[in-house]
């Protein structure tokens, strides 16, 4: 099925760039079901296969019962779902370079034109205000619905000391964001460090011009090509 092979490849793409180690993870709802998303069993994402993908109900219980154990924080996904019809992607990640502007009051800003939605608002959710002494992860669906809430209609949503999320109407278009909101968090660092201050960022009609047509569908060609080659491959050694 071939969002089941988009979803292996976005995991691979993920962690190719950095923004997915051993942790974090990538769903697409389902095509026939809305009600239902697709997601990997708890496993390192770079060692994700198609025969790794589970299906889950948005209160995120897998639908063949008795399965393998899907992630601690799949309560992200399916919560998300539940309060953007529009989303149809999304990815949960502990980029280093974005997680210092979760836990400082430096806000993260569009420096560059490939991550434009940015400017749309990046909203910072802190844990503790949905509830106290936790170990930081989204375990139940409380949490997740708090989550979702700090994400509104917002492309991607900040959490404290944790990571970040990041949501699409398309696949491409939940990675593409992913990997340039890394890039962004970076340049801005050295724009930073260049100027304190002193940066010139996206005015927001450019904001508006820029994510009216941006779906990184030429990354998403790229990539998928790029990791078909070597899936096939990865596959026939392991034949
Ligand atoms: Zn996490």
Redo the contacts with the bound molecule.
């Keep these: 099925m071939s969002i089941i092979e988009d979803l292996v490849i976005a995991s691979r793409v993920c962690v190719e760039h950095g923004v997915i180690d051993a942790?974090?993870h990538v769903s697409v709802r389902s095509e026939t079901n809305p009600q239902r998303y697709y997601m990997s069993r708890a496993i390192a994402p770079e060692m994700i296969t198609e025969s790794d993908i589970m299906e889950f109900d948005l209160d995120s219980v897998p639908v063949v019962p008795n399965g393998p154990p899907g992630y601690n924080?799949r309560f992200?996904h399916g919560e998300i779902y539940k309060a953007r019809p529009d989303v149809n992607s999304i990815v949960?990640?502990?980029s280093h370079s974005v997680i210092p502007f979760s836990c400082t009051t430096c806000q993260l800003k569009p420096i560059f034109h490939m991550a434009a939605f940015i400017g749309l608002g990046v909203p910072n959710w802190d844990i503790a205000d949905a509830q106290k002494g936790t170990d930081?992860?989204?375990r139940n669906n409380v949490l997740g619905k708090s989550l979702a809430e700090k994400l509104g209609k917002h492309p991607a949503v900040l959490?404290r000391g944790?990571?970040s999320v990041v949501v699409g109407e398309k696949i491409q278009t939940a990675v593409g964001r992913t990997v340039y909101l890394d890039h962004n968090a970076k340049m801005q660092f050295q724009a930073m460090m260049m100027a304190g201050q002193d940066v010139m960022y996206m005015a927001d009609d450019e904001v508006m011009a820029n994510v009216a047509w941006q779906e990184y569908y030429r990354s998403w060609d790229l990539w998928k090509k790029k990791w078909q080659k070597k899936l096939a491959e990865e596959k026939s050694l392991n034949s």
């Design positions: 942790y974090g924080e992200i949960h990640n502990h930081l992860l989204v959490m944790h990571g």
